[in-house]
T-cell receptor, first 111, second 112 residues
Framework: EAGVAQSPRYKIIEKRQSVAFWCNPI?????LYWYQQILGQGPKLLIQ????????DSQLPKDRFSAERLKGVDSTLKIQPAKLEDSAVYLC?????????FGPGTRLTVT | DAKTTQPPSMDCAEGRAANLPCNHS???????VYWYRQIHSQGPQYIIH???NNETNEMASLIITEDRKSSTLILPHATLRDTAVYYC?????????????FGTGTRLKVLA
């Protein structure tokens, strides 16, 4: 089966600009996750969707980050405006029960 | 905060068994132990999970102590492609969120 798809793979922006990431989960997976992974650290959960509803967004910086899941399938994560400390890899994962399948991630560099 | 503690790095000779320890002394009875690994520039990849009993699959074996306070992931014949960061995670069996909290993992380097 096809894996989790993410785009773009790399993005470089200046601080205060906005950016959006796209994720297409594995077909049939109701749960979708966005993680932020800063260099040298493990992934940190930003938001979790169950179908198109938000289950957990306690670690999402809501003043600048937003996410949506369209019709319970694809999802977008947006940052507006970006800060230098947002430089990281943004990982999308999907799953059914327990296991999570991760995409390759989007590497964001904020200059 | 992560509920697991792992050594930051380990080396292993190619062809030998790699034994990666994990401490989860505060684990509760309804929490699974999961192992993932992350190869450079890729997303984490599921390896194995267990609750009480030891588990084995085509990738690895998982040994969980009787008191469940620690576990060991065993890669029986490590290859250069096993060089990666390995994460040990505990996750509730009953939570609807299946939330993972990653620590900093163990960076395993397999040496030729």
């Amino acid at each position: 089966e096809a894996g989790v798809a993410q785009s773009p793979r790399y993005k470089i922006i200046e601080k205060r600009q906005s950016v959006a990431f796209w994720c297409n989960p594995i077909s049939g997976h109701a749960t979708l996750y966005w993680y932020q992974q800063i260099l040298g650290q493990g992934p940190k959960l930003l938001i979790q969707f169950q179908n198109n509803g938000v289950v957990d967004d306690s670690q999402l910086p809501k003043d600048r980050f937003s996410a949506e899941r369209l019709k319970g399938v694809d999802s977008t994560l947006k940052i507006q405006p970006a800060k230098l400390e947002d430089s990281a890899v943004y990982l999308c994962a999907s799953g059914r029960v327990g296991e999570q399948y991760f995409g390759p991630g989007t590497r964001l560099t904020v200059t | 905060d992560a509920k697991t503690t792992q050594p930051p790095s380990m080396d292993c000779a190619e062809g030998r068994a790699a034994n990666l320890p994990c401490n989860h002394s505060t684990i509760s009875g309804n929490e699974y132990v999961y192992w993932y690994r992350q190869i450079h520039s890729q997303g984490p990849q599921y390896i194995i999970h267990g609750l009480k009993n030891n588990e084995t699959n085509e990738m690895a074996s998982l040994i969980i102590t009787e008191d469940r306070k620690s576990s060991t992931l065993i890669l029986p014949h490590a290859t250069l492609r096993d060089t990666a960061v390995y994460y040990c995670i505990v996750r509730p069996t009953t939570s609807g969120t299946y939330k993972y909290i990653f620590g900093t993992g163990t960076r395993l380097k397999v040496l030729a």
